[in-house]
């Protein structure tokens, strides 16, 4: 795990020497195997690594666990955290959003704010995995080409260092550095559409292909290198079209019947 996140770290430029990061931190496997990660690879680069742990206060006792995890995990690699304990269910009825969603937002949330305070960049521990998921997800509804780029290894000052690593590289990882982790009672379950692609169909796709979540992240590169292109291809073609008045109706409307 470590030389792929490394390797995903150098190819798509995610760090620099003396950064400041703030890992989003669940007390999960792979986001212990990120804090774990960075921690070690900032001996090499002068990085200045911090934490943040949400409770989201949605299953009792075992969220207080896995706060009280956090605690002693950053405690042990001398890592300073950051807590927030959020109401998210009462939350998203008022927003009148779906509990995953509304805890999505409160988590980006407070991941920016402590961010800018601290001048940092924000590593969330999503992987290849995750982004096998994702694009399964987007596919089931009808999702365009964008939907198939899958998760960003990098979006604004969010990195994602363990992108390329599969859920089998995070655990062979925590084995091999005796990292401990929380296990959340919900990923066990198929309540939540994500949790369904998870358990029922990607392990159907890994008996037809054993590389499946691999092989997807080669795709979404693909796919990324093909979509910024068209961007780039449509943005020339609409340029042509300005005038001093605006665009040309014109010629915009010979943009869909010639090549670009």
């Not at 601290?118 to 089931?140: C, R």
């Not at 599969?166 to 925590?174: G, Q, W």
């Not at 550095?177 to 369904?196: A, C, G, H, M, Q």
């Not at 692609?197 to 979404?220: C, D, H, Q, W």
């Amino acid at each position: 795990m470590f030389i792929k996140a490394l390797s995903a770290v150098q190819k798509y430029n995610m760090l620099s020497q003396n950064d400041k990061i703030v890992v989003g931190l669940s007390g999960g496997a792979d986001s212990c195997a990120l804090l774990h990660f960075l921690v070690s690879l900032g001996k090499e680069m002068n990085l200045t690594v911090s934490a943040c742990h949400i409770n989201h206060q949605l299953r009792g006792a075992e969220a207080d666990r896995d706060e009280q995890f956090a605690v002693d995990f950053c405690k042990n690699l001398h890592v300073p955290l950051y807590i927030l304990r959020a109401d998210v269910k009462g939350e998203a009825l008022r927003q009148k959003k779906s509990t995953e969603q509304c805890g999505r937002d409160i988590r980006y949330k407070f991941f920016s704010e402590t961010a800018d305070m601290l001048h940092a960049k924000i590593a969330t521990a999503h992987t290849a995995s995750d982004n096998a998921e994702t694009v399964l997800f987007n596919l089931a509804r009808g999702s365009g080409a964008s939907g198939l780029c899958g998760i960003p290894p990098v979006r604004d000052n969010i990195i994602r260092p363990l992108i390329e690593c599969t859920r089998t590289d995070i655990e062979n990882y925590c084995r091999e550095n005796n990292i401990s982790y929380v296990t959340d009672s919900t990923n066990l379950t198929d309540e939540y559409t994500r949790n369904k692609i998870r358990l029922e169909i990607i392990p159907v796709l890994k008996k037809i292909n054993p590389a499946f979540e691999s092989s997807i992240s080669g795709m979404t590169e693909r796919m990324k290198e093909t979509v910024d292109f068209i961007d780039k291809c449509a943005e020339k073609a609409l340029s042509e079209c300005l005038t001093d008045k605006g665009y040309s109706i014109k010629k915009k409307k010979k943009l869909d019947k010639n090549p670009l």
